[in-house]
């Protein structure tokens, strides 16, 4: 049986996200299990309730090589990993929305579960990525604020 | 010479994504960066990270003029 | 603001599973994580290569009240839970087709893993459950067994 | 009487999903059980869990006309 290669899909970009066309794309004959992460718009920040959007700037560039670090890392880690997928929406996300997904196929399920939620934390502290809370009455940088962590081998 | 990239929080500071500025230290080039822009952005950089294309760098570290500074404050993603 | 109430849906049925509209349902404004866990059919099981599909054998009612059980668990040890979903296939599952779903939405992530991992865990040992590996050669009951351990509080 | 669900591998082995034994303990029914559907089915039935109206029992536990007894081998679900 021909073995099917390891495949990553990384994108920062303003387009929407759709959790199930990645998770439909994250499916293999080999892998028995998917975990998807998909980060949504609350209602709530640290700072405001009645939030209506996030809006996130970035580097495109900065924040996808961040990402394939995170990736690269969680490979090493866990070698038996099928597919990945991390997108990160860029620009104005609505209440309900989609942020981020990560999504994360393999044989079984535990080593899917501890890579997603790995791939999600990391991309949490080292990203270079900024959001905005925005309310009826205005709009300003978030609170929940991190010290950026570069990616270390885990 | 040497390319600044501010982002989030810095870029409102400075008022602007992008700029150059002819220095050979990154220190150099961000006194440089602080007298253009003034205190809000001063403040922004104390507690910023700087990368130079894209790895983690000191004050002290020389720059090139192919080279891309980017002051990355405390980072809110995901 | 109103807030809005806690939300289960269980299902043992044979109808197709759909993750992408089990995660569209559990998105709420007041959770800002979503995770979703797809059980996918894979190529090979504990006995044999080649596998075609899966055959899953239950009685409804059990199995839905087992998971009515775990989500009960699951909700008194991770009180902010938004909404939970367990859907689990029953008769053929063809080859990557998706056998079983869990989906949880939380306020944070931390919760949602937590909550989604304890319900497949607990789902793979406490619901009566029976599968048979069908490849082209023919079926039979699946190797991968356990003892049924009830659901107990966690 | 007592109502049977035979589930999975049991199902299997017994040839039926349903039956009714009239008999007052879980042993008693399953020992009827065993004579209908032969080695096969009591081999099933000695790796098996017994639940009534869904709670795990014991095999001296009494039963009536409404109780549901269901035979569960070991699963393999998910």
Known sequence: MASIP?????????SELSVGELIAWATRADCG???????????SSGS??????????????????????????????WP??????????T??????????VVVVSSPHRQ???????????????SVPMWKRDVWSGGSEWSSDTRDIIKVREG | MPRLVFLGP?????????????????????????VRYGRAFEEIVAVSQIWVNGEVVSFDTPVGPY???????????G
């Open chain 1, 33 to 43: 299990a998917i975990v998807a992460f998909s980060g949504t718009v609350r209602d």
């Open chain 2, 67 to 77: 080279d891309e500074i980017a002051v990355l404050p405390p980072v809110s993603g």
């Open chain 1, 80 to 89: 038996a990993l099928g597919a990945v997928a991390v997108h990160h929406k």
């Open chain 1, 91 to 100: 620009g104005r996300v609505a209440l309900t929305e989609t942020a981020v």
């Open chain 1, 111 to 125: 080593e899917a579960f501890a890579a997603a939620q790995f791939c999600i934390d990391t991309l949490k502290e």
């Open chain 2, 10 to 34: 810095a870029r409102e500071a400075a008022g602007t994504r992008h700029d150059v500025i002819d220095a050979d230290t990154v220190a150099a080039v961000l006194d440089e960066a602080k």
């Open chain 1, 48 to 77: 405001h309730d009645e939030i209506e959007a996030l809006e996130y700037e970035t580097s495109e560039e900065l924040a996808e090589r961040s990402i394939r670090e995170i990736v690269g890392v969680a490979r090493r880690r």
């Open chain 1, 6 to 14: 390891p495949l990553d899909w990384i994108s920062v970009a303003p």
